[in-house]
Nanobody, 122 residues
Framework: QVQLVESGGGLVQAGGSLRLSCAAS????????MGWYRQAPGKQRELVAD????????NYADSVKGRFIISRDNAENTVYLQMNSLKPEDTAVYYC???????????????WGQGTLVTVSS
């Protein structure tokens, strides 16, 4: 099994910064894409940003472009989300997501972290 463990959420004032981390662990697997999603109260879960682990190619939601940066450390199977210039509307539970395959048996997987709360006060 593959597990994701997130850290780094918390309370911050508008204009501040936070960095989220997500570490993957398990045996006999490969992750192709890692990303962050968020879900605000009463809203659907939405993609914030994701990154192709091999190439480093990134994708961002329009609402966070220019403010958030996603990066990865393949050696540590870890993805980061640097969040700058935070706004109250960024308040949500942030979930790490990984898409890949297990080798034994060979199958595609999609794994979610437990979520970490980010609260931005005005």
């Amino acid at each position: 099994q593959v597990q994701l463990v997130e850290s780094g959420g918390g309370l911050v004032q508008a204009g501040g910064s936070l960095r989220l981390s997500c570490a993957a662990s398990g045996t006999s697997y490969s992750i192709n894409i890692m990303g962050w999603y968020r879900q605000a109260p009463g809203k659907q879960r939405e993609l914030v940003a994701d990154i192709v682990t091999r190439s480093g190619s990134t994708n961002y939601a329009d609402s966070v472009k220019g403010r958030f940066i996603i990066s990865r450390d393949n050696a540590e199977n870890t993805v980061y989300l640097q969040m700058n210039s935070l706004k109250p509307e960024d308040t949500a539970v942030y979930y790490c997501n990984a898409k890949g395959v297990t080798h034994i048996p060979y199958r595609t997987i999609e794994v979610w972290g437990q979520g970490t709360l980010v609260t931005v006060s005005s």
